[in-house]
Nanobody, 120 residues
Framework: QMQLVESGGGLVQPGGSLRLSCVGSGDAFSSYVMGWYRQAPGKQRELVATMVTGGYTELADSVKGRFAISRDNAANTVNLQMNNVKPEDTAVYYC??????????????WGQGTQVTVSS
């Protein structure tokens, strides 16, 4: 079991920056693929960024060059740095932990979500 708690959402102007953080419980954090997803009103949840402990990252094309994901396994934390945000980045952002490689297909966990609104 892993519990995820996000923080850092809020209202930001277009072109501004925001940093989301997610803290995970448990002592096997480093073995999980950590990621951020988002869901805008009326749309499906979509991948924003993922990162494995070895450093390999994956970013959605829509955020490449603007967002960056990082993790600190000692602090059980994964962060999403959002720069040059756009109105279309408005969504609820969810932290995700994927432990299926080591712990089976049920080892998928979601945070409660944090709202990000980009508006002037």
């Amino acid at each position: 079991q892993m519990q995820l708690v996000e923080s850092g959402g809020g209202l930001v102007q277009p072109g501004g920056s925001l940093r989301l953080s997610c803290v995970g419980s448990g002592d096997a954090f480093s073995s999980y693929v950590m990621g951020w997803y988002r869901q805008a009103p009326g749309k499906q949840r979509e991948l924003v960024a993922t990162m494995v402990t070895g450093g390999y990252t994956e970013l959605a094309d829509s955020v490449k060059g603007r967002f960056a994901i990082s993790r600190d396994n000692a602090a059980n934390t994964v962060n999403l740095q959002m720069n040059n945000v756009k109105p279309e980045d408005t969504a609820v952002y969810y932290c995700h932990a994927d432990g299926s490689t080591w712990y089976g297909p049920d080892s998928l966990y979601w945070g409660q979500g944090t709202q990000v609104t980009v508006s002037s």
